[in-house]
């Protein structure tokens, strides 16, 4: 929350320039404009500072989010919801709600300059792989939200993926473990939700059990709230990894009941 009490406290300056101070600046129209004097230009923030990083991670993910969303030509009912699910999640104020929605219309416009926003997004985050790529699952869930990938849903983020520096491989391999992810948030107990299990770790029944235990800790390691925070997640998105912590062990412990 430190990133959010500086902008309204009139610390605009902190913010990191560039396009995605511009996306900010944008969104906050003159919502809280009294709060921005000329103080701020003094009191900025080094280059990747938590307070840099979470504010340049609230801008991109929710600009993108509606990029992501207009891919297709159109936003749905189903993605417009995993929006507000997220902004529900993050619990967050009138203003930052405010804030959000303004920053999900910007990513819709035709003009939405989405590599540069990705580019400084990129190196703005200073080689924090893991927060990378919970901004990935984050998009890949909202692309997911409809029950359907499309085409030319699939092909933009591949290349989100891409200029985050994720191989096609390693997207392929987080896009199946997402699907998994929300079959077995949706599924009923049985062969289905057990197979969703399997797909949200990212691994096969042959798997053997000390690899399955293996690769359950490095996703626990990857999602684990407190790591992500430290990273520069915002301390508002912290259910969104709590949840996904859950659901690694709720599909950990499912697959061992199986198997005992």
């Known amino acids: 929350m430190a990133w959010w009490g500086k902008l309204v406290g009139g610390t605009f300056g902190f913010m990191m320039g560039g396009p995605l101070g511009a996306l900010m600046g944008v969104a906050l129209g003159d919502l809280i404009a009294g709060?921005?004097?000329?103080?701020?230009?003094?009191?900025?923030?080094g280059f990747g500072s938590a307070e840099r990083v979470q504010s340049a991670f609230?801008?991109?993910t929710f600009s993108i989010m509606g990029?992501?969303?207009k891919a297709d030509g159109k936003v749905t009912q189903d993605e417009i919801q995993m929006a507000e699910q997220v902004i529900r999640q993050m619990n967050l104020g009138k203003h930052q709600r405010t804030i959000a929605i303004n920053l999900f219309n910007e990513g819709k416009k035709p003009d939405f300059p989405v590599q540069d926003i990705l580019y400084q997004f990129k190196r703005e985050c200073v080689r924090r792989k893991t927060l990378l790529q919970m901004f990935l699952e984050i998009l890949i869930s909202t692309a997911l939200a409809d029950g359907e990938l499309h085409k030319s849903e699939k092909n933009?983020?591949?290349?989100?993926?891409?200029?985050?520096?994720?191989?096609?491989?390693?997207?392929?391999?987080l896009l199946s473990r997402l699907e998994g992810f929300s079959n077995f948030e949706s599924g009923s107990p049985g062969p289905k939700k057990l197979a969703a299990?399997?797909?949200?770790?990212?691994?096969?029944?042959?798997?053997?059990?000390?690899e399955l235990k293996k690769v359950y800790?490095?996703?626990?390691?990857?999602?684990?709230?407190?790591?992500?925070?430290?990273k520069g997640l915002p301390d508002?998105?912290?259910?969104?990894?709590?949840?996904?912590?859950?659901?690694i062990k709720a599909a950990y412990e499912l697959i061992k009941k199986a198997r005992s």
């Open 35 to 45: 709060n921005r004097t000329s103080r701020g230009h003094n009191d900025q923030l």
């Open 58 to 60: 609230f801008t991109a």
């Open 67 to 69: 990029f992501v969303a």
């Open 156 to 173: 933009i983020l591949e290349n989100i993926a891409h200029d985050l520096g994720f191989e096609k491989y390693q997207f392929d391999s």
């Open 197 to 210: 299990a399997y797909e949200l770790l990212g691994v096969s029944e042959g798997t053997s059990d000390q």
């Open 217 to 230: 800790r490095k996703q626990m390691n990857q999602h684990h709230p407190d790591k992500l925070i430290a």
């Open 236 to 247: 508002e998105m912290i259910e969104i990894a709590t949840q996904k912590t859950q659901d």
